[in-house]
């Protein structure tokens, strides 16, 4: 069909074909011409060479044989296999490649176009790369990172020359990826780097650690020891470590660490906080030690760490606590006073000297309120509680019973033994009181009689008394005119004479009345404010002779719970002390505070103060504070009982009263509260 197309075409023509021979052979013949036309254009002939081509043809078949074989051993490997001609142009690329360009959203279809127009990311690092393998003839090799798609991919390549007649005629690719490799590296250098830092920190921490840390192997030498370790003994880490502790210590204790050792190897079980002796540079101390055993894959004991706490300071606490136990029981087992502790339980755990009649023994363990009086067991309960619950000291007095139901009285103080935050018990402090209980009793009896003596000698005092001021008033007023003047000065001397004796036994009334126990406090709620300012005026005349000056500082009504009388009678008190105790041309200042728990009344003066020695005396029975002699302007008259009669009457509504100065000549501020319940 070619020859006829020739002929017709008048073109030239080339074929190939086999002839199988007779036997069976297979030749293959190649054959090419072109006709041969004439002047008036027709075909006189064609002109042809006929070659025989078998052997290149069994050639063909091999070639395309290995071509195939090759073919599938390319396809069959992982790495992306490319051969690109000396323009970069795709060739042969295998099925490896075509699947990663696919996954990275790029046309698999490589054959025929250049690597640079496909694959626009590629540098012009990596195109000179190339270009420089078809120059040289020398195969490279590289690694790339490239960015595609957002995404950071590492490659690496094998570019070999592929030479024909001594000539790079193409490159053989070999492109790998190594973007996991390339992470694992980084994340093996980060942690790397990760664990060197690490490693630093813990060698920093173990170096200052403030405790003896140390790794020893089997044979007890020291595989690594910490700062503070080789410190206190006087060393280096690196003068420490490969030697033993025979190199350091004496023997005997040296020792000791060994078998210490050697328990902990043998057993392969830690030994956890036993204390021992630690000889240092600078003397003994002592440790607190645990050594726990280091083992390998198969469970055998290849060293141990040790870890050493110095308690030095607690054991030599320990030691001075103990003699000081030893101390303090010496103490209690010689006091005068009976020294025991109670649990909750109100169970004797203690007792120093137990009630006449029994032993010890016989009293720890039994309940303390059997020992003590039916009518002070709530007090002695309440007391103890008290205790348990506020962890602070309280006291009582109680009657208790003894052998033959004798009764004594005892003063108990109690304090309570606390372990941390919690009272674990309580110490009890009693003494025996009944002989001063029985004085207590008659000196209270004395100062009863005492005071119905005053009591009954002041009523008898005032009939009398009464009808001398009376005389003496009634003389002055119908026959002054009849009297001279020396008999009339006598006659009022007798009158002030009997206004002060009046003074005097109307307060000795008072103190009597309030040291009876029998006066009762009629509280109602009051204007106090009101009676501020009645006391006030009351006394105008002799603040008005003094020349002071009075400052109030109370609100129009101040109503509070008082006895209306009694409250008088405490702020005429104050208010005359103020006045005599303060020197001419004083100032005065009255003021009130109120809230809803309790009211308070302050009096300040700027007169002659108190000394601390005043401070403690003027609140006592004839507390009198002599002024006379002293070059003071003041007034010095008075019973001594005007503050002590004060004191009563507030502390009997309840409330306190107190003074306050710095000292001489700075004045005095009297305080008195009135609770509102």
């Not at 706490?309 to 607690?314: A, L, P, Q």
């Not at 320990?318 to 169970?347: M, Q």
């Not at 009504?557 to 009678?569: A, G, P, S």
């Amino acid at each position: 069909s070619k020859v006829k197309e020739a002929i017709q075409t008048h073109e030239s023509f080339k074929l190939e074909y086999r002839i199988i021979k007779k036997n069976g052979d297979v030749r293959w013949f190649h054959e090419s011409g072109k006709p041969i036309i004439s002047e008036e254009g027709d075909i006189n002939s064609i002109d042809g060479v006929i070659l025989d081509i078998t052997e290149r043809k069994e050639i063909e078949k091999q070639l395309k044989q290995s071509e195939q074989k090759y073919r599938r051993v390319i396809d069959s490997m992982g790495d992306a296999i490319n051969v690109l001609d000396t323009d970069l142009r795709y060739i042969l690329v295998n099925k490896a490649l075509k699947k990663w360009v696919q996954k990275l959203g790029f046309t698999s279809d490589l054959i025929g176009n250049r690597m640079p127009d496909i694959f626009p990311f590629i540098s012009q690092k990596t195109i000179k790369e190339y270009r420089e393998v078809i120059k040289t003839g020398k195969p490279l090799i590289t690694t790339e990172s490239t960015e595609v798609n957002n995404r950071i991919i590492h490659t690496e390549t094998r570019k070999i020359p592929i030479k024909i007649d001594n000539r790079v005629d193409q490159i053989l690719a070999i492109v790998r990826d190594i973007t996991k490799r390339k992470k694992a590296e980084q994340n093996l250098k980060r942690s790397e780097e990760k664990y060197k830092a690490l490693s630093e920190e813990l060698e920093i921490i173990f170096d200052n650690i403030p405790d003896l840390i140390f790794y020893k192997d089997t044979k007890g030498n020291f595989l690594r020891v910490n700062k503070y370790y080789a410190e206190k003994l006087g060393y280096t880490k690196e003068k420490l470590e490969g030697k033993s502790v025979f190199n350091f210590y004496p023997h005997e204790i040296a020792n000791q660490y060994w078998e210490n050792d050697l328990e902990v190897i043998e057993s392969g079980k830690p030994k956890l906080n036993f204390e021992e002796e630690w000889i240092t540079s600078k003397g003994k101390r002592w440790l607190l030690t645990s050594l726990i055993p280091i083992k390998n894959d198969e469970n055998n004991v290849i060293g141990i760490i040790g870890i050493g706490k110095d308690i030095t300071g607690r054991k030599l606490t320990e030691i001075k606590l103990k003699e000081s136990e030893e101390k303090f029981r010496t103490l209690v087992e010689e006091a005068p006073d009976v020294i025991f502790t109670v649990d909750k339980n109100y169970k004797i755990l203690f007792i120093n000297d137990p009630p006449a009649g029994l032993s010890r023994e016989e009293v720890i363990g039994t309940n303390t309120l059997d020992y003590t009086h039916p009518e002070y067991i709530d007090v002695a309960k309440e007391s103890i509680d008290k205790v348990f619950a506020t962890g602070k000291p309280s006291s009582f007095q109680i009657k208790a019973r003894g052998p033959n139901d004798t009764v004594s009285w005892y003063s108990t103080r109690l304090r309570a033994i606390k372990r941390g935050n919690k009272v674990k018990s309580v110490l009890l402090i009693t003494r025996d009181i009944t002989d001063q209980k029985s004085v207590e009793n008659n000196l209270i009896e004395i100062n009863r009689l005492k005071s119905e003596l005053l009591r009954r000698t002041s009523h008898e005092l005032k009939t009398p008394l009464v009808s001398i001021k009376g005389f003496t008033s009634l003389l002055l007023e119908l026959h002054r005119d009849k009297l001279d003047v020396g008999m009339v000065s006598t006659l009022k001397e007798i009158e002030q004479g009997c206004f002060r004796l009046e003074n005097l036994i109307n307060d000795i009334l008072k103190t009597s009345e309030l040291d009876s126990g029998k006066t009762v406090i009629k509280k109602s709620w009051d204007d106090l404010a009101f009676l501020i300012r009645y006391s006030i005026s009351e006394l105008q005349g002799f603040i008005a002779l003094r020349k002071h000056k009075i400052s109030l500082n109370v609100s129009e009504t101040l109503v509070t719970n008082f006895e209306k009388e009694q409250v008088h009678l405490v702020l005429s008190n104050l208010l005359t002390n103020a006045i005599k105790y303060t020197p001419p041309g004083g100032k005065i200042k009255i003021s009130a505070e109120d809230n809803n728990e309790r009211t308070l009344v302050k009096i300040k003066d700027n007169g002659i103060g108190l000394t601390e020695k005043e401070k403690a005396l003027i609140f006592k029975q004839f507390g009198k504070i002599e002024r006379y002699g002293q070059g003071l302007n003041v007034i010095s008259e008075g019973t001594g009982l005007g503050l002590y009669i004060s004191k009563k009457i507030i502390e009997l509504h309840g409330g306190k009263i107190w003074a306050e100065s710095e000292g001489r000549n700075k004045g005095t501020i009297f305080f008195f509260t009135l609770p509102k319940k």
